[in-house]
Nanobody
């Protein structure tokens, strides 16, 4: 069974940092491309970042580029999102996402990030 479990969210002030974790199980982590997606209150999901399995390439949305860093740790089957210089508009629920080559998507339960000004 595929499982994605996010943690590390919290309430912070503008300019602070957080590191989110997504512990995974039930699939071949080393071959999986993984995403972070967030959803702000009243908005639809917004893709934030992706890390590829093969060459570890990373990609970011324009809204977080230069402030967020995605990484992965194979020994722990865990993907991270380091978030620096947080802004109130970064507030939302952050989800870890895994999509198979066949198109099946898996999501964690999410972790809440609240940034106050």
């Amino acid at each position: 069974e595929v499982q994605l479990v996010e943690s590390g969210g919290g309430w912070v002030q503008s300019g602070d940092s957080l590191r989110l974790s997504c512990a995974t199980s039930g699939f071949a982590f080393r071959r999986a491309d993984l995403n972070w997606v967030r959803q702000a209150p009243g908005n639809g999901p917004e893709w934030v970042s992706r890390i590829y399995a093969g060459n570890m390439s990373t990609y970011y949305s324009e809204s977080v580029k230069g402030r967020f860093t995605i990484s992965r740790e194979g020994a722990k089957d865990t993907v991270y999102l380091r978030m620096n210089s947080l802004k109130p508009e970064d507030t939302g629920v952050y989800f870890c996402n895994y999509k198979t080559y066949a198109g099946t998507e898996y999501w964690g339960q999410g972790t809440q990030v609240t940034v106050s000004s």
